[in-house]
């Protein structure tokens, strides 16, 4: 996802003809601070969102450091999250973070200019590289907020049956494809005999709603 000032008007990461892989920690190093130096009350919200989700992240660090692209020298404002565990502090460079964090970061940045402003979410596949409670997490706060915006709508793609729970049977769109090679989407609240309290999850993962691929000898 490119992470430069086209993200607050282009909140999706699929590209023309695939899924765009997520930002990597180097374009996070480089041009993050274009987006989160004057911009304290997301700095804010960033650091409140992960420190909810257990992560011991305290402030922002931004620094000047030369650096050479394409034979040109040159200086840029790199982006550093700093740490405390107890009485120790320490600043860690985006280049040195895990795929986790550099994947939760354009999605967090898109929840809050969408939380200002309202807006549409597309997102494939949104547990890529992030572990099943932080995408819980992420799932739960886009209802919250779409629950006191209603210009805010999200729509994702995922392979995670456990993130079906999070979602009433009407919002919850299945694509199987068909024995003409043609592609079925339909919503659970399609499906006959749904009940909306049932366990989505493992009665999806079962088979009994369709959608699911069908492999022999995995029950």
Not at 16 to 38: A, E, I, K, P, Q
Not at 52 to 59: A, C, N, Q, S, T
Not at 65 to 84: A, F, L, N, R
């Amino acid at each position: 996802l490119n992470i430069n000032p086209p993200l607050l008007n282009d909140n999706n990461n699929i590209g023309y003809s695939r899924r765009r892989d997520n930002t990597n920690g180097v374009d996070l190093y480089v041009g993050l601070s274009d987006m989160l130096s004057d911009d304290k009350g997301l700095q804010e919200f960033l650091i409140e969102f992960l420190q909810e989700m257990d992560f011991k992240i305290i402030d922002f660090v931004f620094k000047e450091k030369p650096m050479v692209e394409d034979g040109v020298y040159k200086k840029v404002v790199t982006t550093s999250i700093q740490y405390k565990s107890g009485s120790i502090k320490m600043s860690l460079p985006f280049i040195f973070e895990s795929e986790g964090t550099c994947a939760v970061m354009p999605l967090l940045i898109a929840i809050y200019y969408l939380k200002q402003k309202g807006g549409i979410l597309i997102w494939d596949e949104l547990e890529n590289n992030m572990h099943p409670l932080v995408a819980k997490k992420i799932i739960s706060k886009f209802k919250n907020y779409a629950i006191d915006n209603n210009g805010l709508q999200v729509l994702c793609a995922t392979h995670m049956n456990d993130l079906l729970s999070e979602f009433d049977k009407k919002n919850i769109f299945l694509i199987e494809r068909t024995e003409e090679l043609q592609t079925d989407v339909y919503t659970l609240n399609d499906v006959k005999g749904v009940h909306k309290d049932e366990n989505f999850a493992d009665k999806y993962i079962g088979g009994l709603y369709g959608g699911a691929p069908n492999i022999r000898g995995v029950v």
